[in-house]
């Protein structure tokens, strides 16, 4: 009974390391694109200049090298980053500034109709 009952709460204690390291995966590579997107412009105007210097010296393809590279970086440091944030046990539901993780919805103005003052009193 009790092997039974340890065995259930480490699939439960392990579904929710999963379920957080995929939410922090998700979580971070949107921030990449949305937030960081001035950070990977200059990157690929970086990698653009270093594949045209290293194709004169490379006799493979210097852009393929140079793209996988940029991008096998940025993928490495969202893997590396949910890695770490979800061992140390911070769950993205307990942070802050991720309110749209939540599904809570804050609304900073409510709308108002023209006709709200002649029909809003009206009860059906």
């Not at 390391?17 to 690929?44: A, H, R």
């Amino acid at each position: 009974m009790q092997l039974t009952e340890r065995h259930s709460l480490h699939n439960v204690n392990s579904l929710m390391i999963v379920k957080s390291f995929l939410i922090w995966n998700f979580t971070l590579l949107v921030c990449l694109l949305v937030v960081g997107f001035p950070l990977v412009v200059v990157m690929m105007t970086v990698g653009s200049l270093l594949a045209v210097v290293l194709q004169s010296v490379l006799p493979m393809s210097s852009v393929l090298l140079v793209a996988g590279t940029i991008i096998g970086f940025n993928l490495l440091a969202v893997l590396i980053g949910s890695t770490l944030l979800t061992f140390k046990g911070i769950h993205p539901q307990e942070v802050s500034w991720l309110k749209w993780l939540h599904g809570l919805e804050h609304q900073s103005h409510t709308s108002v109709y023209a006709s709200c003052p002649l029909t809003c009193g009206i009860v059906p």
